[in-house]
């Protein structure tokens, strides 16, 4: 099955929640280190790739404070996301530090938990309920 047959269509709050969740778990935690649990994504790995790996996903973390600005998050939320975004930019950039930092910071994670929290708040109906 291909990922855009999943891939929530529309500006309704739920939608855009699928899409920033869809997103995340892509950037943070798609696969599993071999021999452990550990999860990692996208930004560990393209991370490795020098400046071109950086800029790749802080694009795609970019994509997810421009989703929260869609939903009216407020303007101290956005740059704190930002903020998260562009720490783990500069210090991802570093090399073999950036490597490592990059394992253990996820600033998507970090503003995936801050657009919940807006969301549970402003959009309650938006919440997914797991069964």
Do not use: C
Not at 51 to 65: E, K, P, R, S
Not at 72 to 79: A, C, D, E, R
Not at 86 to 98: R, S
Request: charged share 20%; net charge neutral; aromatic share 8%.
């Amino acid at each position: 099955m291909d990922f855009r047959d999943n891939m929530p269509l529309g500006n309704h709050p739920a939608a855009i929640r699928q899409r920033i969740e869809m997103m995340e778990a892509v950037l943070e935690r798609s696969l599993v280190l071999p021999g452990t649990n550990y999860r990692i994504g996208l930004d560990a790995i393209a991370g490795l790739v020098p400046v071109i790996g950086d800029f790749v996903t802080a694009a795609m973390g970019a994509y997810i404070v421009w989703e929260a600005r869609n939903l009216g998050l407020p303007k101290w939320k956005l740059w704190r996301m930002a903020a998260n975004v562009g720490f783990d930019t500069a210090v991802g950039a570093i090399p073999l530090v950036g490597d490592a930092f990059d394992l253990l910071f996820r600033s998507n994670s970090k503003n995936l938990k801050i657009i919940r929290k807006h969301l549970d708040k402003h959009h309650p109906e938006s919440q997914v309920i797991e069964g």
